[in-house]
């Protein structure tokens, strides 16, 4: 009698589609996520430009910019596009942009999307809300836009995104090697996941880290994030 061998194969999951990101305004403690446009220019470019700068766009697909008017005909380009679907970051004290990123390779039947594009300025790096601004987007992803799959990719050469992706709760998955050519450049690309049935874990890790008990009166941290979500440390 034959017997025929099992197949394997994935699990049942729900098939339904994912909603694709509109432009809402995401509201946090520190900053605030909204849809980029091109009045936010002045502010981001007075905080990006100039060659003490440079540093910020050596990852970048573009950029640094010469001038103030290719610098904000880029913003226009990139308020306008559907996907890269671009938000700036405006901190809620001085109502100034000091970034901006994106929501990205955005795959709605298979619940897929990317954070990418992102520029943070002096102005917002290290700083509580650098990492309010990755957490408001997250919560976007899988609380109200129902993704179970959430991906962070960088050059595998720039070390500060890698550990900020560990930082933040992603896994490691993995090198693309020759994935693109950026600038003239080869790109090895380091990918990184967060997938919905991780979120819950990550989410209370965000928010244990942000509340203002985990902060000194000279706000220094007590608790890192890394040691919340279990990431290794940087």
């Known amino acids: 009698m034959d017997h025929a061998v099992p197949q394997r194969v994935g699990a049942l999951v729900d098939a339904g ?42 990852y970048l697909f573009n950029g640094p910019f010469d001038s103030f008017e290719a610098f904000a005909a880029d913003v226009d380009a990139k308020s306008k596009a559907d996907d890269p679907h671009y938000f700036a970051v405006i901190d809620n004290q001085t109502g100034r942009s000091v970034g901006y990123q994106s929501l990205m390779r955005i795959d709605t039947p298979h619940r897929a999307i990317e954070v990418g594009g992102i520029m943070y300025t002096p102005h917002l790096q290290r700083t509580p809300g650098a990492t309010e601004a990755q957490y408001l987007f997250a919560r976007h992803v899988f609380d109200d836009l129902g993704y179970r799959r959430y991906e962070w990719k960088c050059n595998d050469l720039n070390e500060p995104s890698k550990r900020a992706a560990e930082r933040l709760g992603f896994t490691f998955e993995g090198v693309f090697r020759q ?44 608790v890192s994030l890394a040691n919340l979500s279990g990431a290794p440390s940087a």
Do not use: Y
């Not at 605030?32 to 502010?43: E, I, K, V």
């Open 17 to 58: 589609p994912a909603k694709r990101p509109r432009r809402p305004s995401l509201v946090g403690r520190h900053v605030t996520l909204a849809p980029l446009t091109s009045g936010h220019a002045r502010s981001l470019f007075e905080n990006s430009s100039g060659a003490s700068n440079d540093s910020l766009w050596t």
């Open 179 to 222: 994935h693109m050519i950026v600038k003239g450049r080869n790109r090895d690309t380091a990918w990184f996941s967060m997938l919905d049935c991780e979120w819950p874990a990550r989410k209370a890790a965000f928010e244990r880290w942000l509340s203002p008990d985990n902060f000194d009166a000279n706000g220094r941290q007590r």
